[in-house]
């Protein structure tokens, strides 16, 4: 199975996993890093490579992040290690529930390939999905 950090500002990585884990149930070898806004990098380093010991079981560990080029994902680029530990920016609810229901059956390239498509699908906007086109630009 492969194990995942959700890693990100605030108390967002907490809440994206609460709410997985009420739609899916159990999520094992599932975990939030909070990092702080005033986080000490090291402190927060050291919190990111003890959670990853628990939730790897030996074949892969994903780590969600929020945004490219932020604290966290820029903590966790220093854990990537090609398959073995990698790193998927922008992770939404879409994308945590698809990595849960599919986690146990694939290896770790192929859960971040179906999670990247899964989390760009998830991208929508409602008036094009329901036929009703409005005018975007807010010019009259």
Same mark, same amino acid.
Not at 127 to 134: E, Q, V, W
């Given at each position: 199975?492969?194990?995942?950090?959700?890693?990100?500002?605030?108390?967002?990585?907490?809440?994206?996993?609460?709410? =997985?884990?009420?739609?899916? &149930?159990?999520?094992?070898?599932?975990?939030?890093?909070?990092?702080?806004?005033? +986080? $000490?990098?090291? /402190?927060?380093?050291?919190?990111?490579?003890?959670?990853?010991?628990?939730?790897?079981?030996?074949?892969?560990?994903?780590?969600?992040?929020?945004?490219?080029?932020?604290?966290?994902?820029?903590?966790?680029?220093?854990?990537?290690?090609?398959?073995? =530990?990698?790193?998927?920016? &922008?992770?939404?609810?879409?994308?945590?529930?698809?990595?849960?229901?599919?986690? +146990? $059956?694939?290896? /770790?390239?192929?859960?971040?390939?179906?999670?990247?498509?899964?989390?760009?699908?998830?991208?929508?906007?409602?008036?094009?999905?329901?036929?009703?086109?409005?005018?975007?630009?807010?010019?009259?």
């Amino acid at each position: 199975m492969v194990g995942a950090l959700v890693v990100t500002h605030g108390n967002l990585a907490l809440e994206l996993v609460n709410a =997985a884990k009420k739609i899916v &149930g159990e999520a094992p070898r599932l975990k939030a890093v909070v990092i702080d806004w005033d +986080a $000490d990098v090291s /402190l927060a380093r050291t919190t990111i490579e003890e959670s990853l010991r628990t939730v790897d079981a030996g074949q892969g560990v994903l780590i969600f992040t929020d945004m490219f080029g932020g604290t966290p994902t820029n903590i966790s680029l220093t854990f990537l290690d090609p398959g073995r =530990a990698e790193i998927v920016t &922008g992770i939404n609810l879409p994308m945590l529930i698809k990595f849960l229901n599919l986690r +146990a $059956d694939e290896n /770790l390239a192929g859960v971040v390939e179906q999670i990247c498509v899964k989390g760009r699908q998830s991208i929508q906007v409602a008036s094009d999905l329901l036929g009703r086109h409005a005018h975007r630009s807010g010019k009259d």
